[in-house]
């Protein structure tokens, strides 16, 4: 009919022989679908690293085949990946949930084809799925709690949300201001939509100051933008030892940040070096996924896992906040929570990788998806 | 007409009846591609279950798309449609009762409030001639803080039968509902489309104007299309409602950029008057079949948001190329006798000369510039009110304020000048988000183990940036693709290219040069204020005192008579493109300094409001009117207004409200009182 459409039918069938030949699976390992949403962002890159150096593991590596699909932010069409996915021969999936509530009928659908089904960071509230997460409601309050009490409970704060309309934010952000609400003396000046980005947090704390000056702020609470905020700070003169108390995100730039100054660290240049900023670091951990797929495959073995897997809040202090030597599992079992800003280029990154149920990853498989052992 | 001599033999019957309906033959020809394409490379070809949840999953997205399509139909454009179908999700999950008489009852509703949006919408565009897309884009924020009110977090249940009864089957194993639905709206289609209003709706959209002369009530016609459309999406709603029996907040918003994919390949042209919503139905199954095809072909999955873009652009390229390639057009249009009389030398000569305030030629120069400043001057007005209000709330704004609003206000008036000059050409950039991100990644990793790289990275990423609307600019112009899908699928291949070269996270640093630009300070003031001062002038002369800035405008007025007046209308349009590729990337640059790194995704906020703020300023979105400083206009008042917002504690709900109605109001202003 048109030359387009043929070229278009052969380009397709031409791929489809080339692909077609190399996916023939073989019949032991036990077939795992990773279903991702968004991958623009450290957090994501991080689990599905994670992820991959789990399915690689020496105790995996044999009885896991895992492919890795990207739905975007779009809950319909992780709805009909799953399904593709339970269509495909799925025997477990592990998947970031878009939406905590739409993917419940086409997970109760795989669930009734016995396909075990396990969400991670995210919960969903379809109950034959298996969660692995934190409780964000402890998270807004440790860290409410925290900065009402290192403002000795009053002050002007500024709250830096996630993305409005998500189960996560609206859990972190009202168990912090309930209470921010018991303490009369805390008023919130302004609060700005952060969207859980380092970018965004940017332009919307420049607005806020815009109108708030920053010696009428006493501390802040954020979920992503600590880092952002102590760069705007230094900007605008502010010296290490005035820095205003920050509540919130994990990223590594912001513990190193934390250390007392005059740490020595290796590649620390700008505001990515110690500086003794007060702060309490917590963050969805990145191993979650990869903590799911264990789960997942000794579920396939016919062990017995519980439904709701609530993760310890990888919490860190000024006082607990520790530089790592190697990264590797056995050194994060010590205690040490931060790596060097020669290893970790980009601030941004999420340090929160320790787990004392996944011996199987550590920095290497957060950054390169190479697992322990 | 005599029946003997116009009787035609069968073939020249039928001829012209397939060439006509090319645009929805060549849509379903792509559908039935990719249908067999999915079952040649499954291990197991398609069964009912697939097919009954695949017409389950694509229906929301099918029934979004046909009310789109009516829109689009009469050279509107409808950007409220993924927070309408939001909006009506979050009611239905919230409200539904078990009763069979509740359900009907709130799906009755679910339509109804898909309708309000619509006429609120139609009355706007119908009674008070406004541009759709600013419109539409003001309705969807306020439709968007609608949604939160309902609901802040996804939640709510849906009565199973519900679900059962709009995605179960109609016919056990034979015929999935969702089938059932999609066919009753399309036949209800297809007796609308024969009656006076369908005719109408067909005419308005190729001409407005003569379908006025010949008595069409155009205005009503526009009402009741905007007011058809919301219904269609309020089902859409009731119908993903079913589908994931819950609601959700965000549900809608990401299906945006894919129902117009969908319609544009059901082949529908943009601008109007051509298409119809059985193409549209296939065009959106297309791109879910496009899912399943990704799938099964396991794509890495950084090369995803490639293979889809190309796949997209693939599909649009069978539908768009009718009657040949349009290279072949270009050449041949030289050839073409001008039929307009007056000969092309004296037309093009006043059109050319005038200064390219968009005025019609023979118009004295001090009533087009009066005409210029009427449509820019609203927008200052209101920027000086939120100017107002803000000093009033904050006691007085200083030098602080000032400088803060100029910096965070410079990204949108460098992006206002590329996304400006492809809309004033009746284009649109839909790739600049990732344009930004690609180039914030590239600026910084470059940056890495050297001192000082800003000297030869941006200029190499504004050559990228150039490039990257060549591309566009070429698939718009010599393959004749609609500049939606091509900008579209750019935009995903750049997002994989982004997402490969960073391995997901991005590293490095904004060179220190851009970083002291954008934070430090120069006379008292950050740098780059400086800078955008000195680009506003620049900008400004380019549209209004280069060659290239009146080419700009003659074709965004009429290609045709701009080709007749002896314009490269395809050399014009493909800089256009570059220009708005140098421009994104240099947003990039900018933000990235501003940030000190960059981050994958930080173009992402920056696509509507590029395309709000040049709209704001007075531009009309069909091409041809409209000014760069009116847009600096808009960008100043939409980032004034979300820096008063951001200082308060004003529930994000209530802010997307606000901005919504502001947006509105500004255009309300706007207002073209003499339009014919």
């Known amino acids: 009919m048109n030359i387009f459409a043929r070229l278009a039918t052969a380009l397709v069938t031409g791929t489809a022989l080339l692909t077609g030949a190399g996916a023939a699976a073989q019949a032991k390992p036990y077939k795992v679908y990773l279903s991702m949403s968004y991958i623009g962002n450290d957090w994501q890159a991080e689990a599905e690293n994670m992820v991959k150096a789990m399915a690689a593991s020496s105790a995996l590596k044999d009885k896991v085949h895992l ?307 | 007409m005599s029946a003997v001599a116009a009787a035609p033999t069968p073939t020249q019957r039928f001829m012209p009846e397939l060439v006509r309906r090319r645009g929805l033959l060549t849509a379903i020809l792509v559908f039935i591609v990719l249908l067999v394409a999915v079952n040649l490379i499954a291990a197991a070809p398609m069964g009912y279950f697939d097919v009954s949840y695949l017409s389950a999953g694509g229906a929301t997205l099918a029934l979004a798309a046909i009310g789109q399509t009516l829109v689009i139909l009469t050279g509107g454009f409808d950007l409220s449609a993924g927070a309408v179908i939001s909006l009506v999700n979050v009611i239905l999950a919230t409200h539904l009762g078990t009763t069979p008489g509740s359900e009907l009852m709130w799906a009755v509703i679910g339509i109804g409030v898909g309708a309000a949006v619509g006429a609120v919408n139609g009355l706007f565009v119908a009674a008070l001639r406004l541009q759709p897309i600013v419109v539409t884009l003001a309705v969807m924020f306020v439709t968007q803080g609608l949604t939160l009110l309902v609901t802040d977090k996804p939640g709510g249940t849906v009565p199973a039968d519900f679900t059962a009864f709009l995605t179960g089957s109609a016919i056990p194993n034979l015929l999935p509902a969702p089938l059932v639905v999609l066919a009753v709206v399309l036949v209800v289609w297809g007796v609308l489309k024969r009656t006076r209003f369908g005719t109408a709706l067909y005419a308005i959209g190729s001409d407005a104007d003569a379908a006025g002369f010949t008595g069409i009530r155009v205005a009503r016609t526009t009402f009741m299309t905007y007011i058809l459309a919301g219904a269609a999406y309020g089902l859409a709603g009731v119908m993903v409602t079913a589908q994931t029996s819950t609601g959700d907040p965000l549900v809608g918003d990401p299906l945006l950029l894919q129902i117009f994919a969908a319609v544009v390949i059901g082949g529908t042209v943009l601008g109007g008057g051509r298409g119809g919503c059985v193409g549209s139905v296939f065009g959106a199954y297309s791109l879910m079949l496009i899912v399943n095809i990704l799938l099964v072909l396991n794509v890495p999955a950084y090369y995803s948001t490639v293979v889809e873009g190309l796949i997209l652009i693939l599909a649009a390229f069978s539908g768009a190329a009718h009657g040949g390639l349009p290279i072949a057009r270009w050449l041949a249009a030289p050839r073409l006798p001008a039929r307009r009389g007056g000969g092309r030398g004296a037309a093009a000569a006043v059109m050319l000369t005038g200064t390219a305030a968009a005025a019609p030629p023979r118009v004295p120069w001090r009533t087009r510039h009066a005409e210029a400043l009427r449509y820019a001057v609203p927008a200052y007005v209101c920027f000086f009110i939120v100017l107002a209000v803000t000093g009033w709330m904050y006691g007085g704004i200083g030098p602080r304020y000032l400088g803060a609003l100029a910096v965070l206000s410079s990204f949108l008036i460098v992006l206002a000048l590329g996304q400006g000059a492809v809309i004033l050409t009746g284009g649109l950039d839909l790739s600049v988000p990732w344009t930004i991100g690609l180039a914030g990644i590239l600026v910084a990793g470059f940056g890495q183990g050297s001192a000082d790289s800003a000297i030869w990275a941006i200029p190499l990423v504004l050559m990228i940036g150039a490039a990257t609307g060549f591309v566009n600019g070429t698939g718009v112009v010599i393959f004749g693709l609609p500049p939606i899908v091509v900008t579209l699928g750019m935009n995903g291949i750049l997002q994989g290219i982004a997402l490969l070269y960073s391995g997901g996270t991005p590293s490095g640093f904004a060179p220190p040069t851009i970083r002291w630009v954008m934070t430090g300070h120069l006379l008292g003031i950050v740098p780059v204020i400086w800078l955008i001062l000195i ?142």
Not at chain 1, 94 to 119: K, Q, W
Not at chain 1, 261 to 271: S, W
Not at chain 2, 652 to 663: F, K, N
């Open chain 1, 67 to 373: 492919d890795v699909q990207v739905s975007g932010p779009n809950a319909q069409r992780q709805i009909q990946q799953i399904n593709a996915m339970v269509e495909a021969g799925a025997q477990a999936i592990v998947v970031y949930p878009i939406s905590p509530t739409a993917l419940d009928p086409v997970i109760r659908s795989a669930c009734a084809r016995h396909v075990v089904v396990i969400a991670y960071d995210a919960q969903v509230t379809e109950p034959c799925a298996y969660d692995v997460h934190i409780d964000q409601t402890q998270a807004g309050q440790v860290t409410g709690q925290w900065l009402a009490d290192k403002l000795h409970g009053k002050g002007n704060i500024v709250v830096m949300t996630g993305v409005p309309g998500t189960s996560v934010d609206t859990a972190r952000t009202a168990a912090a201001k309930a209470v921010f609400a018991k303490y009369p003396g805390i008023h919130i000046v302004a609060e700005g939509v952060g969207m859980w980005s380092q970018a965004v947090a940017r332009t919307e704390l420049s607005k806020i100051v815009a109108t708030h000056p920053w010696s009428s702020i006493d501390g802040l609470w954020m979920q992503v933008g600590c880092l952002t905020a102590t760069s705007m700070e230094h900007e605008a003169g502010i010296k290490d030892d005035a820095l205003k108390p920050c509540a919130g995100e994990g990223s590594n730039g912001h513990r190193v940040e934390m250390l007392a100054a005059g740490t020595a660290v290796d590649g620390a240049h700008g505001t990515y070096r110690p500086m003794g900023l007060p702060s309490i670091s917590y963050a969805s951990p990145p191993y979650s996924g990869a903590l799911a797929l264990k789960l997942a495959v000794e579920k396939l073995d016919g062990k017995t896992i519980p439904h709701d897997i609530v993760l310890p809040l990888p919490l860190v202090t000024n006082a607990t906040v520790q530089m790592c030597k190697t990264g590797s599992w056995e050194d994060m079992r010590g205690g040490c929570n931060v790596f060097q800003p020669a290893v970790i280029s980009n601030p941004g990154w999420f340090a929160a990788i320790f787990s004392k149920d996944t011996p199987e990853v550590g920095l290497q498989a957060a950054l390169h998806g190479t697992p322990e052992h």
């Open chain 2, 535 to 676: 680009f506003i002038v620049l900008a400004s002369l380019l549209l209004t005192r280069t060659a290239f800035g009146r080419r700009v405008y003659a074709v965004g007025n009429s290609q045709r008579v701009a080709r007749l007046a002896g314009v490269n209308v395809g050399r014009t349009i493909i800089l256009v493109y570059m220009l708005s590729g140098v421009c994104a990337a240099l947003v990039g640059i900018m933000l990235s300094g501003f940030s000190g790194q960059a981050s994958l995704g930080m173009g992402d906020d920056y696509l509507l409001p590029s395309i709000a703020v040049v709209v704001v300023g007075g531009t009309l979105i069909t091409g041809g009117r409209g000014n760069y400083l009116g847009m600096v206009g808009g960008v100043l008042l939409l980032t004034a207004l979300q820096t008063l917002l951001a200082g308060t504690t004003t529930p994000p709900a209530i802010r997307e409200i606000l901005y919504g109605a502001v947006v509105l109001a500004a255009v309300v202003a706007l207002r073209d009182r003499t339009a014919t």
